[in-house]
Each structure stands twice: as C-alpha cells, then as structure tokens.
C-alpha cells in the first residue's frame, strides 16, 4: 500500500468510526426517555450496536493512526473529527431520531453491503460482521418511517418537518473526502456517487410510500471537518470523564 | 361435581396449595389480600426499575470509555426490561400498564427509595452496581421463589441478569480503590453516601413492617427485612474493607457471638422523609418520567391509529 | 387529551435452539404483529440464544390452570356450529413446579375447530403429559407471526457479540465466601 493509500484509508475508517460513536452516543441519550418502554429498550440496543462498529472501525485504523479507540474517540477535540453533521445534532423528537437513524441505516446498508466485496480485506470481513445488525437496524426504522409517516396528522407534519430538516444534512453523507478517489481505484471502497444512487434508491420509494416528500433544498456540502457548535456541546458531555484524569484506568 | 366451596374451603386449599411448593398462577382462585399484596409489589417493583433508568442513565453521557458506555447501556437497558418484565406479572392480576403508569405519574405509587438519591460522579455508577444491585440481588433471590408462578418467573430471569450489574459495578469499584488517589477518592465517596440508602432498601425494621406476616404466611415472601438486610451487610462488609474502604459508621462492629457484623442505628426518619416525596431527587424523577411520557403520546397515538387502518383494510 | 394507550399485549413464544421447543417468556406491549415480533427480540433476546420467536396478541391465547380445568363445570362446552372450518392449534403446557422463567412449553399440535375444543382434545389424547399439566395454553396458528430462518444472523445471532453483558465475562464471585467474613480473615487486597 503507498502512502496516500494508506492515508486515504485511515481517513475512511476514522470518518466511519467518528458517525458511529457521535450516532451512538446520541441514540444512547434517549434512554429512559423514549416515548414506550419497549422503545427504550428498543434504541438501547441500537446505541449499544452503533458504539461497537465504532470500537471495530477505529481498531482497524489503528495501524495507521497510531491511536486506540479510546483515545480517538475520548481526547480528540470537535476540529479532529470526521463525522458529518447529520449525527452530531441533537435528538429533537421522536420523529427527528427515528427518521436521521432510517436515513443513516440505508446509507450503511448501501455502504455495507459494497464493502463486503472490498479489495482489503479487513475492511470486507468487518463489513460483513456489521452487516448483520444494520439489517435489523434498517428493518426497525423503516417500520417506525412508515408508521409515523401515516399515523397521525401530527405524526406526519412531525416527521415532514424532520425530513425537511435533515435532507440537506443527509447529502453530506455522499460527499467525496479529498484522498478517496485512491480508494476507488484500488478498489477498497464504493464510489461516492454510485453509493449516492443506491441510497436514493431504496430511500425514495419508502418515504413516498410513508406520504413523506424531500424538500428542494441544496445539499449540506461541507467537508468531513466543518462541524456544527452541537459537536463541541456533545464531546464535552461525552468526554468530562476522560478528561478528569488523563491517565486512569476506568 | 361438587357444591360451590365456601370461602374458608378455598382459603384451606389455597393455603395448602402453597404449603405443598405450589405456585399460583393468573386464573387460580386466590385471596383478595393475595392478590392486593402482589399488585402492590410488583408494580412498586416495575416502577422502581423503570424510574431507575433515570439516575444511570444519567451518567451514560459520560462513560470514559467505549467499553464502559456500552456496558452501562446494556445495563440501563436491562433495567428497562425488567420494568418490561414486572409489568407483565402485574399484568396477570388483572391490572393494565396504562393504570400503573398512571398512579406512578400521579405521584400515587412508590417506587425504591434509592433513585430519589442523585448520582453525583462516575464512581457512582460503579458503587450503585456493586451495593445496590447486590441489596437488589439478596431480595430478588429470595423472591424467585415466590409462590406467585408470573412474579416467581420474572423473578428468576431477573437475577439471571443482574449478576452483570453487580460485577460490573464491583470490577470498577475495585479498580478505583486501587486506581489514582482521585479515583480512590471518588469510591469512598460514593460510598459513604451510598451506604445508609442501600441498607434501607431492605423496608422499614421488622417491627415497623406491616404487610411482613401475612406475605410470608403467603410465601411471596421468604425471609423479613431485617434477615436479607443483615445477610447483605455480612456479605458485603468484608468485601469493602478488603479493598481499604471505610464504612460510614462508627457503630460497625463484628460479634463473635452471632457471627455477625452489626451496624449503628439506621435513620429511619429519613427513610419516611423520603417516602413521602422529600428526598433529594423524588421530584426531579417523577417530572422527567411525565416528560418522557407525554412527549411520547403522539407516538403511541400514531401507531395505533396505523394499525387501525391496517386492521380495517385487512377486513374488507 | 385522549385517553393513555400502552398498545396491547402480545405473548412470545422463544425458541432456544432448533431441537428445544418454544417457550412462553412473557409479554411485549405492541400495535402490530411486525412491531410486536420486533420488541420481543429486544426484550427478550438482548442475551443468547434464540432461534426463533413466535408472537400472538394476548386476547388469542386460550388459557386454563389445573385448577380452573377442575372447578369450572363442563368447561368444554360452548355454541359451536358444527360446520366451523378445522384449523391448527398449538398446545402448551407447563408440568412441573420448578422455578423456571418459562410459563409454558410447546408439546404439540391438534386440529379443532376452536380452542375449547382443541383443549379438550389435547387432554383427551393423553399424548401431551406425562403425570399432571398444572397450566394449559392454546394458540390458533392464525395468530402466529413468527420470525424466520433468514432472520436468525440478523435478529438472534448478534447477542452473542455482546459478551459484556454476560456476567462471566467479569472476574470475581458474586458475594464474600463465608470463610472470609471475619475481621481477622480480611486481607487488604
């Protein structure tokens, strides 16, 4: 592997690991305040699954960036992360979580299901691990898309209003990282743009049928590491106890 | 086939049923008072973990690592469940979980004393596995043989998973005793204020409990307040000072006579105070589990018109 | 605002491995089958190990203790019209009083024409019990939504990643060995 190579490959694998355990942790935050029992337990497991494909991307990494996950994820500041926007936002309702949480599973599905055939290997076998869970992550949000969707009125004007809002975020998702054009060459990940296709492709559909209408809006285009002030409120939460004393074990 | 039993007949043969190690199950006869007792236990037991969510839940923002973060989630989750799980056995006496959660929200039902007490630093987390959920422990162990066949039932899947609470909390707690002399810091102090409200988790003395006679007469429960509570402080008094912490109290002494640890007056007043809604976080729970609720009825509201719709589609 | 709903009950119905019979675990609260058949693997396989879950709305579930059986009077009877369509129900029951985390388990099945009548049947067979039946359950196959074989990587299988939430997956004994209660026995670890 050549040196650009390998850095557009840690790049990837952080970007990947950064929206897992920024999702995690969002999703985590619902717990013991979602709106019926069994959807605590529910959003419980889906935190807990996010956080563990964080743990598995930044292990990959970790050849390469010389860090253990707990470092990347615990003593990096707002300006070093890769996540992109969408899942850095704060939970809003229901509707907001569920609807970011379905658009975030067809972009891993998409995502997931091309990286099983990558040229590096570790990369497919992790893929082909996580796979497994995002299935059923996927199968839970478009049951609550569909739902909510065609509930109520109030459910629907939620959930258009949450779509409204996250549609242009969600764009971001596709937009190239300056090294990847190395990775599509090897063959190491999915073009952008093909991943892009795919996505709307299943996505579309699903919230036609759910009565939910993307808005004409222009796509959040910001590179990986623009970040709203929501990152910065975040880390500190998740990482006060880190930080209290540096070198302890927990 | 016989005449109608009287009441006395019935009683007779309930009573016997249990004698003989019978469980009662949803459909059999039972005494009002029977099923009086469990509907207030049990659902004092389903509100206890789920308004328990709340203080953990708190700190899982905050876990400082990845691994300890998923840990704490499953174990706030499986809280969750186990609320899931009681709900289901007071379900079974002929209650619904739209009235439970309703007294609950009301301020009408009790829950644990325990989580009206504010987790203050991530020791917490770990103390709370180890001393409350080992308190916790001693009394779901005992009510796995309830003779309730649904309480009985939750029971043992219950302790099942509880086991991960405690080792969990106990491997932190062990690792702050000897970890940096912040972290040791911060494990005495959980303990020290954690100690008293884990001991009165057991209920009031024996002399002041008043539904004691009649539950073990009934086998829902096996052993007082007081036995589990001195049983729990045997237990887990050495442990503590194995690891060069110090219990708060002066009083704590061991007898050789009985074999046992013997702990100074627990403040009983404070136990009342609390119970009646004058603890340090009673009103911050009930507020945040209203919040959860009616920010979350549209949500309920809107699957079940969809299903609705979908029932009567299927119909026609 | 209108009055509070909870959704009602399902029952799940988990079955361990392919060779064990399905068990009846408890209850989750639901709108739908397709939800239903999702929140019992939430709350009921965040452990291993599952290999299928079958869920029925709670008001499908014909149940009857033995005592019920005993002092309710010709129990069995009821207007049935002699033309009603034979379908599959499953039976259930629990024969034994140790402690246990299942109500019922799986014993077999009996075409009727309704759930009294499969009851009936079932205990008239002799073929479901050993010695004695202390709770009997009837489930009408229509009821049942049942997840597949597909789903088992996606559904069940990853449980067993989640190895942290097992307690042996921490070192230590849960409470102090009786031996080493004493104040001269503590040794400052």
Redesign the interface.
């Known amino acids: 592997m050549n040196e650009q190579l390998q850095q557009a490959l840690m790049d990837r694998l952080v970007a990947m690991a950064d929206d897992e ?1 920024i999702l ?2 969002r999703d ?2 619902w ?11 529910a959003i ?2 889906i ?2 699954d996010e ?2 494909h ?2 598995i991307w930044y292990e990959l990494a970790e050849p390469y960036t010389g860090n253990d ?2 470092s990347m ?2 003593f990096r500041d707002a300006r070093q992360f890769r996540n992109v926007q969408m899942v850095e936002l704060p939970n809003g ?2 509707a907001f979580t569920m609807l970011r949480q379905y658009l975030f599973d067809a972009y891993e599905m998409a995502l997931l299901t091309r990286l099983m055939t990558s040229q590096y290997a570790p990369l497919a076998e992790a893929a082909e691990k996580i796979r497994r869970e995002e299935i059923y992550h996927f199968r839970h949000s478009s049951i609550w898309v ?3 969707g ?3 009125e ?2 629907h004007a ?1 959930m258009q209003r949450a779509l409204d809002h996250l549609w242009p975020y969600a764009l971001q998702l596709f937009r190239p990282m300056p090294l990847d054009a190395h990775l599509v060459e090897a063959g190491f990940f999915p073009d952008p743009d093909q991943l892009q296709t795919a996505w709307q492709d299943v996505v579309l559909p699903h919230l036609k049928n759910a009565d939910l209408t993307p808005p004409d809006a222009e796509p959040i285009y910001a590179h990986r590491h623009h970040h709203t002030e929501h990152l910065v409120d975040l880390l500190a ?2 990482q ?3 930080r ?2 540096p ?4 | ?1 016989s005449e109608e039993k009287t009441y006395e007949e019935k009683l007779a043969e309930f009573e016997a049923r249990i004698q003989r ?3 009662i ?5 039972m005494p009002d008072e029977y099923r009086r007792q469990l509907i207030r236990m049990i659902s004092q037991h389903a509100h206890s973990e ?1 308004v328990g ?2 203080p953990e ?1 708190a700190w ?12 704490l ?2 174990k ?3 809280e ?2 186990h ?3 009681l ?2 056995a007071a ?1 079974s006496l002929g209650v ?3 009235e439970l ?2 007294a609950l929200l009301a301020g009408k039902a009790k829950y644990s004393n325990i989580f009206n007490y504010p987790t203050l630093t ?1 020791a917490d987390i770990g103390m709370i596995g180890w001393l409350v959920d ?1 308190a916790a ?1 001693k009394n779901q162990t005992m009510l ?2 309830s003779s309730y ?2 309480y ?3 029971m ?2 219950i302790c ?2 509880e ?2 609470h ?3 909390g ?3 707690i ?2 702050y005793a ?3 002399p ?2 040791r810091q911060m494990a005495q102090d959980a303990l020290d204020r954690w100690w008293w409200p884990a001991l009165m988790m057991f209920g009031p003395p024996d002399s002041q409990s008043i539904h004691t006679k009649t539950l073990m007469r009934w086998k829902v429960k096996i052993k007082t307040n007081d036995q589990l509570r001195q049983e729990f402080i ?6 503590f ?4 912490l110090k219990i708060p109290d002066p009083d704590l002494h ?1 007898d050789e006579e009985t ?1 046992n ?1 013997v702990i100074g007056p627990i403040d009983w007043d404070e136990f009342w105070r609390v119970i009646r809604g004058n603890g340090p976080m009673n009103r911050d729970r009930l507020e ?1 589990r209203r ?3 009616e ?13 609705q ?2 029932r009567q589609a299927s119909m026609n | ?7 009602p ?1 399902w029952e799940v119905f988990k079955q361990d491995r392919p060779d064990r019979p399905h068990e009846a ?5 639901a ?2 089958a397709d ?1 239903a058949l999702l929140n019992a693997r939430d ?1 009921y396989v ?2 291993p190990s599952c290999y299928s879950l079958w869920v029925a709305p709670e008001s499908a579930v014909f ?3 033995a ?2 059986l005993e ?1 309710t ?1 010709n129990w069995w009877k009821e207007d049935l019209p002699e033309e009603a369509p034979e379908e599959t129900y499953h039976i259930f029951n ?1 024969q034994t ?1 140790r ?5 019922v388990t799986h014993v077999g099945n009996i075409q009727a024409r309704s759930s009294r009548e499969a009851l009936r049947k079932a205990i008239d067979s002799g073929q479901f019990v050993e010695k004695i039946a ?2 009997w359950w009837v489930v009408p196959e229509s009821a049942i939504t049942r997840s597949n074989e597909e789903d088992v990587p996606s559904m069940f299988e990853p449980a067993e990643d ?1 190895t ?4 042996s ?4 004994s ?3 060995r009786r031996s ?4 001269e ?5």
């Open positions: 355990v995690g942790h985590s935050e717990t013991g305040h979602a709106p019926i029992l069994e959807e605590d337990i419980a497991n935190a807990q956080l563990g964080a743990l996950a707990d994820a615990f309702d229901w569909e739902r909510l065609l509930g109520t109030e459910s939620r939460d998740m006060l106890v880190a209290s004393i070198k302890a074990v927990w | 086939m190690g019978e469980k199950e949803p459909g059999d006869w789920v969510m709340l839940g899982i923002p905050h876990a400082p690592t990845l691994r300890r973060k998923m840990i989630i499953a706030v989750q499986d969750g469940g609320g899931q799980y709900y289901h379900e619904d979980r739209e959660i309703a991530w080992g422990i796995a043989h066949g649904p009985s039932r939750a043992v899947r099942a998973e086991t991960f405690y080792k969990q106990k491997e932190m062990t690792i000897k970890g940096t912040e972290q045997n237990e887990i008094v050495p442990e000072l194995a690891l060069g061991y074999g640890w945040a919040r959860a609720h920010e979350g009825a549209w949500v309920r509201e809107a699957l079940e018109a969809y299903a719709r979908q | 605002m209108t009055r509070d709903t909870q959704w009950r675990v408890g209850t989750v609260h709108p739908d939800v709350v965040r452990r149940k009857m203790t005592y019920e002092t009077p629990k009083q402690r246990s985390m299942v109500a202390y709770m989640k942290y939430r097992d307690q997956y921490y070192t230590g849960v409470f102090a080493q209660r004493r104040p026995d503590i040794r400052l670890s």
